[in-house]
């Protein structure tokens, strides 16, 4: 196998986490409730953290919001982003009340002084900023000297942005380039790319659905992490932010980037089968949710793929015949379980293997 050749990029960081240069690439999501709820926000952000995510990003449209998120971040164990969007008061803040980064256009808080207000707020606070750049917010200059949102344009956006902070002596930022159209958001992240070694926050933006949108995401980010492009990713989904977390993961585990629970390889079935893989399938999924350590198995209905399957995975079951099924372990047939027995002993197998993993002191990432 061909392994990807990663940009080298500077590196940052979000509060304790390292954005860019040679640190894994992280895994974003962000809440959907009122910042105002604090209850309902730190659930969500809590559910994030269980679910793996390394950066959470939290909406600040207005004056209570950032009053709320001092508590906040004080709460949550993941670095905290702060959204803004035109106002630079609701950054400083963002800034004064904990949050590790903030997401910004400092082409859209106004003047050049204000500019300097933000960014000695992030100078005094160890904040890091994203400057974020969105093929639907394109500010009016782009497009009338681009005629229309286009790659071009979000590139000449994003280091126009960055020169600002460059120029006012600030070098702790990330970029992003997005577009809900995956052609144009890759095309301005690989221009990007070609001309800057900052860390790149990757995204389609506005992906849709959790179906559409995952599909949408993992051809556009898939792509460019393929290209060796990205330093941190966020998929955009009209779902449960959960879900964008797992998602994330399970691009960056195909991918062989980032290894983060349990990966399973399995067999769509078909008449051969020896037990029902797809059920097993789901129920071992949601039994083996909560574990973070990088384990593999395959689930594979027959003899035809199994034993091959079971020789690249930790823990293997193959279907056979009698309602006895073959067990592998590290790629050796081991011994047979019987049908109705499978997936509890499956799941011992797989917490014996995690136990001896915590034990051995195995880094995961």
Known sequence: MSEISRKKTKKIFVGNVPVGGD?????????????????????QIRDLEDAGADIVRVSCPDKDSTESLNQIVKSAKVPIVADIHFHYKRAIEAAEAGAACLRINPGNIGSNERVKEVIKAAKDNNCAIRIGVNAGSLEKKYLEKFGEPKPEAMVASAL???????DNDFFNFKISVKASDVFMAMMAYQKLSEVCDYPLHLGITEAGGSQSGTVKSSIGIGQMLLQGIGDTIRVSLS??????????????????????GVRIVSCPSCARQGFDVIKTVQVL?????HISEPVSISIIGCVVNGPGEAKMTDIGLTGGGNDTHKIYISGVADHNVDDNKK??????????????????SIVVD
């Open 343 to 360: 997936v509890d002993h499956l799941v011992e197998l797989i917490e014996k293997k995690v136990s001896d993993l915590r034990s051995k």
């Open 239 to 260: 779902a449960n932010p959960v879900e964008e977390v797992k998602v994330g993961f399970e691009i960056l585990r195909s991918l062989d980037i980032r290894h983060k």
């Open 160 to 166: 126009d942005h960055a020169a600002i902070l460059e």
């Open 23 to 43: 640190s894994f690439i992280s895994v974003q999501s962000m809440t959907n409730t009122l910042t105002t709820d604090i209850k309902s926000t730190l659930k």
């Open 285 to 289: 999924e949601k039994r083996l949710a």
